[in-house]
């Protein structure tokens, strides 16, 4: 069954600090890959999203993911963190004739 | 309308009770999503419409758990005979049509949510 996977389901940082959330899915053949976020008090939002072309996509809020179709990743990641990033993310994947299928989120708490 | 509107924001509802959610998705959407978020446990598929395709209901939970969309457009959740481990936040989110290589395409618009409580 398709699924994704999120392993850290709580990540604390420092501001300024780096940042890397793990994303594997388990899809095969062409996926569509996402982040959302959802900072506290607010709907889900797309953070950025990855359909073809270049591995290395950026999202909004300076945050950036590469998928490598070899891990089956598609990590997110951000150099240096603000205590604004404190939020809920999500990974999700789509496949044709599939749906969108989340992972079970990762939060995030950012020490000012 | 601008953006997925859900109703109601809340409900407390006592066991054993049905319970309908509605959900308003952007016009012209033709994908509808609902999901269930528990504490810890993320974003659980519930039920997938695309347009006049049978729904995908693989995420559905129990026969008491049911939805449909009618015209195309809005989508009632029901839970029939609600149990304590029903509460959640259900939440609805439409996209454009699955078709990869349009921008729009799989990019979910989401709800607010609609926060059940089951005593």
């Known amino acids: 069954a398709q699924s994704v996977s999120q392993h850290n389901h709580h990540v604390i940082l420092s501001e300024a600090a780096s940042l890397e959330l793990g994303c594997n899915y388990s899809?095969?053949?062409?996926?569509?890959l996402f982040w959302y976020v959802q900072y506290p008090g607010q709907h889900l939002q797309l953070l950025l999203k990855?359909?073809?072309?270049?591995?290395l996509v950026k999202g909004i809020k300076g945050f950036e993911a590469e998928f490598i179709k070899s891990k089956f990743s598609f990590n997110l990641r951000k150099p240096s963190v603000q205590w604004s990033d404190t939020a809920e993310y999500f990974c999700?994947?789509?496949?044709?004739?599939?749906?969108?299928?989340f992972g079970s989120g990762t939060r995030l708490s950012i020490r000012p | 309308g601008a953006g997925v509107s859900q109703s109601p924001s809340n409900k407390v509802t006592e066991k054993g009770k049905d319970v309908e959610l509605r959900c308003d998705p952007i016009?012209?959407?033709?994908?509808l999503y609902w999901y269930r978020q528990s504490l810890g446990q993320g974003l659980e598929f519930l039920i997938y419409?695309?347009?006049?395709?049978?729904?995908?209901k693989s995420g559905l939970p129990s026969d008491r758990f049911s939805a449909e969309r009618t015209g195309g457009s809005v989508s009632t959740l029901t839970i029939q005979r609600t149990q304590q481990e029903d509460s959640a936040v259900y939440l609805c989110?439409?996209?454009?049509?699955?078709?990869?290589?349009?921008?729009?395409?799989?990019?979910?618009?989401f709800g607010a949510g609609s926060r059940l409580t089951v005593l």
């Open positions: 989110a439409s996209s454009q049509p699955p078709r990869r290589e349009t921008s729009g395409a799989n990019v979910l618009t």
């Open positions: 899809y095969g053949g062409t996926v569509n």
């Open positions: 990855y359909f073809s072309g270049d591995p």
């Open positions: 999700a994947a789509y496949s044709s004739a599939s749906k969108i299928i």
């Open positions: 016009s012209g959407h033709t994908a």
């Open positions: 419409f695309q347009g006049n395709s049978a729904p995908d």
